[in-house]
C-alpha cells in the first residue's frame, strides 16, 4: 500500500522506516531540507537501535523515499500519517500549530478523498478542529482518524515492530477497512488492533502515558516512607509489583520521569482537565512529586558534602534515560544547572548524550566533559548518578574508590548494590532505601 508520513522526526522516521520494513511503499515528508541528504543516503539522524540498517535496507529496496514537496506528499497516497511535533506551550497545553499547518497543505493540495491520520500526541477532539480547517479549504471527501503511537525512545523500533496494542480510532467503515490493510503484516502475526471512535483514540494515548507517570510518582511516594521508616523500596517494589494485577513494571523509584513525552502529556492532560471543568489533582499531584524528586536529590548531596563551593562532583548519565541521546526534561539538566550554581567544578560522562547536552550546558569554566566514565572520576569529591545506563550497574568499585578524592556516592537510580557499598566502605545515599 501507499503511504505518505508527514514529519521524519522522532515518531515519522520511525513510523515511515517500520511501515516500509512490513512492505509499504512510503513517502516521508519534511519540511526542511535539514537532514535530507543524510536520510537519502540512509544516514538516521537520531539515535534509535536498529532503525539506521532497517532505513538502508528498505531504501535499497526501493521502499522508502524522502521529499519536502508537500504537493508531491499529498498526491503521492490517499493515507497520510500526522508526525509532526506537538510539544508544550507556554501554559502546558499541547502547541497543534504544526498539525494544523499540515492539514491546511494536505487540503489545499489534494483533488481526491484522503484519510488525515493523527499520529502525533493531541488532546482529546482535536480531529473536529482538524476538519473545521480543512472544510474552510476543501469540498472534496476526507477523513480525520487517530492512530496514537506508543514508542518508547531507545526501543521503538521494537515497539513498532512489537506492538502491545495498535490504537485506530475511526468515525466510517471506509476508514476501518484502510487500517485493517495497513496493519494487516501485525493483525496476521497476532497482535492486537482495537478500533475505537476517534476521541476514545485521542483518550487512549493520554491516559497511557499519564497512568505511566502517576505509577512512577506513586512508586517514588512510597520510596520517601521507606526513607523515612527504614525500609527499603527494592523490597516494596518487588513485594507490590509481582501482584499481576499491578505489574512490576514502572515501579523503579528514584529520580522520576524526564523526556519528550510523559512530562509533556501530563502538562496537557492537566490542561484538558482545565478546559472541561474538571479535578485535575491527581495529575497535578503527579507532576509536583516529580519535580520534587529533583530537588530533593539536589538537597540531599548538598546536605551530605556541607561545602560544595570549590568540591569536584562527577556526574554519571545526562539523557533522560538509558539508551537514548535525548536530554528533553531530563532530570540531568536541572540537577547539573543547580550544581553548576553552588559553585562546584563539574565532570561530566554520557555514553551518547554529551553532545545534547553541551549544547545546553556547554564545556567553559568549572564544567568538562570526559569519553570516559572512570576518567571522569579522577581526584572526585562526589559520584552522582543520574542515569541508569547499563554500564553503570556493576562498575569496578575498588579502581573507583583508588580513583576518587573522597568515597562519596548518590545514586538517583538506585542502580548500586547497596550492601556491597556499605562492604567497600563508601558514603552511600539512593533514594527510598
Ligand atoms: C513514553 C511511553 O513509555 C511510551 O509508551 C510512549 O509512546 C512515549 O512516552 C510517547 O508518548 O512518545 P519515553 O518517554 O520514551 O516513552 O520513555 P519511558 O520509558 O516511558 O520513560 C520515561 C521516564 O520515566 C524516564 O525518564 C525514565 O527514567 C522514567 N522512569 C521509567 C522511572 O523513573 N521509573 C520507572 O520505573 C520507569
Known amino acids: 500500500m501507499k503511504i505518505t508520513v508527514i514529519g521524519a522526526g522522532y515518531v515519522g522516521l520511525v513510523t515511515a522506516v517500520c511501515l516500509a520494513e512490513v512492505g509499504h511503499e512510503v513517502l516521508c515528508a519534511k519540511k526542511t531540507t535539514r537532514n535530507l541528504d543524510k536520510l537519502r543516503n540512509g544516514i538516521s539522524p537520531i539515535y534509535e537501535l536498529g532503525l539506521t540498517e532497517m532505513l538502508q535496507s528498505n531504501l535499497k529496496r526501493g521502499r522508502i523515499e524522502f521529499t519536502t514537496d508537500m ?18 506551550n507556554q501554559k502546558g497545553e499541547a502547541d497543534l500549530d504544526q498539525v494544523f499547518e499540515v492539514s491546511r497543505s494536505v487540503a489545499e493540495h489534494m483533488d ?8 502525533s500526541t493531541v488532546p482529546v477532539n482535536t480531529h473536529q478542529k482538524i476538519e473545521k480547517i480543512m472544510s474552510s479549504i476543501t469540498d472534496i ?25 495498535i490504537v485506530v480510532g475511526v468515525a466510517s467503515e471506509r476508514a476501518r477497512k484502510i487500517f485493517q490493510e495497513i496493519y494487516e503484516p501485525f493483525t496476521s502475526e497476532g497482535y492486537p488492533l482495537l478500533f475505537s471512535d476517534v476521541a476514545s483514540a485521542e483518550i487512549i494515548k493520554y491516559a497511557s502515558n499519564a497512568f505511566l507517570a502517576i505509577k512512577i510518582s506513586y512508586i517514588n511516594m512510597i520510596a520517601d ?11 516494596v517494589s518487588r513485594g507490590v509489583g509481582l501482584d499481576h494485577r499491578i505489574g512490576d513494571k514502572f515501579l523503579d523509584a528514584g529520580l522520576g520521569y524526564g523526556g519528550s513525552c510523559l512530562p509533556k502529556d501530563v502538562n496537557a492532560l492537566i490542561e ?48 533522560f534515560k538509558p539508551n537514548t541521546d535525548d536530554i528533553r526534561a531530563a532530570p540531568a539538566v536541572d540537577i547539573v544547572q543547580k550544581l553548576k550554581e553552588s559553585g562546584a567544578k563539574l565532570k561530566l560522562y ?17 564544567i568538562t566533559y570526559y569519553q570516559d566514565k572512570y576518567e571522569a572520576l579522577e581526584d572526585s569529591d562526589a559520584l ?23 568515597p562519596n556516592i548518590f545514586d538517583g537510580r538506585n542502580i548500586l548494590d547497596k550492601e556491597l557499598m556499605a562492604q567497600k566502605e563508601f558514603n552511600y545515599y539512593s533514594m527510598g532505601r
Open 71 to 88: 504537493e508531491k506528499a499529498v498526491e503521492f497516497s490517499d493515507v497520510i500519517f500526522i508526525c509532526v511535533g506537538t510539544p508544550s
Open 112 to 119: 481526491r478523498y484522503k484519510l488525515l491520520i493523527e499520529k
Open 225 to 235: 516512607l521507606c526513607e523515612k521508616t527504614g525500609a527499603n523500596i527494592d523490597y
Open 350 to 366: 554520557d555514553p551518547q548524550a554529551k553532545e545534547n547536552f553541551s549544547r545546553k550546558i556547554p564545556e567553559e569554566g568549572n
Open 384 to 406: 552522582v548518578i543520574i542515569t541508569d545506563w547499563k554500564e553503570f550497574e556493576e562498575p569496578d568499585m575498588d579502581k573507583i574508590k583508588e580513583l576518587m578524592n573522597s
Open 272 to 319: 484538558t482537565y482545565q478546559e472541561y471543568q474538571l479535578d485535575n489533582g491527581l495529575l497535578v499531584e503527579t507532576r509536583k512529586i516529580n519535580q520534587q524528586r529533583r530537588e530533593k536529590f539536589y538537597e540531599d548531596i548538598m546536605e551530605a558534602l556541607e561545602k560544595v563551593d570549590g568540591k569536584t562532583i562527577t556526574i554519571w548519565g545526562l539523557a
Open 141 to 165: 471527501e476526507f477523513e480525520v482518524a487517530s492512530n496514537p503511537e506508543f514508542l518508547s525512545e531507545g526501543n521503538s523500533v521494537h515497539n513498532f515492530m512489537h506492538p502491545h496494542r
